[in-house]
């Protein structure tokens, strides 16, 4: 793999070893880019290739995100990540009742084909990556940006990105869940099924634990958790007909970054090392790439503070150089105001920024896997490894992440360690600078971007323009073979694709999953 660079020194002049090791010699009993992983999935990692600036980005109308995705770039943001609305996470269009005051709130709202081509207006999707963090959904908002990139011209094999579509994690940590598990889970192998087919560069579901952790878990809980769901899918996908080595390469992970330096570090090790056995455990596949581990990581949204906001650009920058030295390989850093309110175009160019000077600037891009070797890092490594192991064994024991949830097992783990973490902060047992530590009588005035307050009604116009315009037989005809179809195993992608070419919307092909599906409510764990 070719090299960023003729030669990799430090400041100072000094030659840096690609892979340092004892004696500064490169034998090691394991190397980077080789199983079990542990050092990196590249044998030369940022020396050739630094990690995906993706940073997420979404809110109000489809246009204005639009104009934020165009700004990032041009500032040199490598990928995009969309934020949905509340609503559109939930698979509402903007005009029902339960919408009300959520429309643009957390995301972008996205209602129809119309949204979706306003969001990547002169942005053309065979040169850019995508992420969309949309869950319940996600066969729903896929079919969309596929619409969208026929409509261009773009080679469907072409299409690069990432649809979360990780619906335990949304039982388990984040409730944003619609359906019942089964055919939750049915909705996600009909994803992976149709794209290993069709669009053989998409990954289809983006693991996550970084909602785990913001919900209260621990790093050793983030983990196990998050490699648990895997399997599950993984088993999921297997039961269709599937065989692992035709999809398992196109899995891709989540994990947040927390404020403990050296622990997260040695987590993504651990959690590379621990996937490569686990895979090899249960499935033993024959492409090397099914068992290696590619995650995306954001920094700790949990860890930012509203009182002295501008001490999060520290935190920030922190967190993410953990991630980079732990080996992601892509990145989001959150924007220092977002306690307060939605980031504003320049805490947004802060933060992307932070990842920028952090590749360009520290010399940490330069070597490969800096950590390696540190009696703490390798022995952290070893033990988070060890306990999401067993961990993992004891959901495996229970018949599996979905059977664990359906007691609440996971969620009661999660609400003891989120007590734990709080207590400790209220008792001063952990010093949170601003909060109970450093506090100051006077703080700066931060303002977060505010949202139009038209937009909802604006929302409701073009859904009231879309109905009036369309044509209504081939819309009917287009929800109720998908309801049918529901019952059935055949694959729901191409109905829904079809779907949305003829503008039914985003709610009303939720509904017509739902005559079938019903819907469903995880226990709390409590």
């Keep these: ?36 992983y542990t050092r990196g999935v590249h044998d030369t990692m940022y020396r050739s290739r630094l990690w995906t600036m993706r940073q997420y980005a979404g809110f109000s109308s489809a246009d204005e995100t639009n104009k934020r995705f165009r700004t990032l770039l041009e500032l040199g943001q490598s990928g995009l990540s969309v934020a949905f609305d509340l609503p559109t996470q939930l698979g509402m ?27 990547f ?59 019942p598990p089964e055919p939750s889970m049915r909705l996600i192998t009909d994803v992976i099924e149709y794209c290993a087919e069709h669009h053989p560069m998409w990954n289809t579901i983006s693991i996550s634990g970084y909602h785990i952790r913001e919900a209260g878990a621990t790093a050793v809980e983030e983990i196990a958790f ?21 999809f398992a390469p196109r899995l891709s992970f989540f994990f947040g970054c927390h404020n403990d330096f050296f622990e997260e570090v040695a987590k993504f090790r651990a959690a590379r090392r621990l996937w490569y056995r686990l895979m090899n455990e249960h499935f033993d596949p024959k492409d090397p790439k099914s068992s290696m581990l590619r995650f995306h990581t954001q920094t700790a949204g949990v860890t930012l503070t509203a009182q002295q906001p501008l001490n999060n650009v520290a935190r920030v920058s922190y967190q993410a150089m953990a991630a980079v030295l732990g080996g ?9 105001d977002e306690a307060i309110g939605l980031p504003t175009d320049e805490s947004a160019t802060i933060a992307l920024r932070t990842q920028q000077i952090l590749a360009e600037e520290t010399g940490v891009a330069d070597v490969v896997d800096p950590m390696a070797g540190s009696y703490h890092i390798e022995a952290l490594t070893d033990r988070i490894e060890q306990d999401a192991y067993e961990l993992i064994q004891e959901i495996e024991n229970m018949g599996g992440a979905l059977a664990a949830l359906k007691t609440g097992f996971q969620q009661r783990r999660i609400h003891e360690s989120a007590w734990k973490q709080t207590t400790d902060v209220e008792n001063l047992h952990r010093k949170v600078v601003g909060v109970n530590h450093a506090q100051m009588d006077n703080e700066p005035e931060i303002e977060g971007q505010l949202i139009n307050p038209e937009l909802a009604e604006q929302q409701h116009r073009k859904l009231e323009l879309l109905r009036a315009e369309r044509d209504a037989e081939s819309v009917a005809a287009a929800l109720d073979a998908i309801t049918q179809a529901a019952s059935t195993d055949e694959n729901l992608f191409p109905l829904i694709l079809h779907a949305v070419k003829v503008n039914c919307s985003v709610g009303e092909i939720m509904n017509a999953l739902k005559v079938e599906f019903g819907t469903w409510m995880a226990p709390s764990g409590f």
């Design 121 to 179: 207006d002169e942005i053309q999707l065979d040169h850019v990556s995508t992420s969309m963090t949309i869950n319940s959904p996600a066969i729903i908002l896929l079919a969309l940006y596929v619409a969208v990139g026929e409509e261009q011209g773009v080679d469907p094999a072409q299409l690069r990105g990432t649809v979360q579509n990780d619906i335990l994690k949304e039982y388990i940590a984040r409730g944003t869940h619609v359906f």
């Design 328 to 336: 992601t390989q892509s990145l989001h850093t959150n924007s220092y």
């Design 93 to 119: 269009d903007s005009d029902d009742p339960l919408s009300l005051g959520e429309v643009g709130r957390v995301g972008v709202a996205i209602d129809s084909i119309i949204d979706m081509r306003q969001l």
């Design 1 to 36: 793999m070719e090299l960023r660079k003729d030669s990799f020194e430090t400041l100072g002049g000094l030659p840096i070893s690609p892979i340092p090791g004892p004696d500064d010699s490169t034998v090691q009993d394991e190397m980077p880019g080789e199983a079990p």
């Design 226 to 246: 998050t490699l648990s769901n895997a399997l599950a899918y993984v088993n999921a996908a297997i039961s269709t007909g599937l065989d692992v080595d035709d």
